[in-house]
Nanobody, 114 residues
Framework: QVQLVESGGGLVQPGGSLRLSCVGS????????MAWYRQGPGKQRELVAS???????EYTDSVKGRFTISMNNVKNILYLQMNSLKPDDTAVYYC????????WGQGTQVTVSS
């Protein structure tokens, strides 16, 4: 059963921007914390950014000041605005709850390269 669908990835040059989207069921988005994760080549999956109802957002140090997580609670859409992209941001990006409680979606590939 497909529960999370990510989109918006692509190939971008260093310094460029992308906006990722994640659509999911209401049951998933009703949890208190939603997050974006990524898995780069040869790396473990890591939490990149999270948003908690009523509390705000958190980011891993490597993306602070460059990425912005937001959520449309009515449409059950999670966003990740990524600016000033670097080659190290190359990864497959996923959304899920934090901690993880839903099945993983297929992710969306982000490649930062000149």
């Amino acid at each position: 059963q497909v529960q999370l669908v990510e989109s918006g990835g692509g190939l971008v040059q260093p310094g460029g921007s992308l906006r990722l989207s994640c659509v999911g069921s209401r049951s998933i988005f009703s949890t208190s914390t939603m997050a974006w994760y990524r898995q780069g080549p040869g790396k473990q999956r890591e939490l990149v950014a999270s948003i908690t109802r009523g509390l705000g957002t958190e980011y891993t140090d490597s993306v602070k000041g460059r990425f912005t997580i937001s959520m449309n609670n009515v449409k059950n859409i999670l966003y990740l605005q990524m600016n000033s992209l670097k080659p190290d941001d190359t990864a497959v990006y996923y959304c899920n709850t934090a901690p993880v409680t839903a099945y993983w979606g297929q992710g969306t590939q982000v490649t930062v390269s000149s």
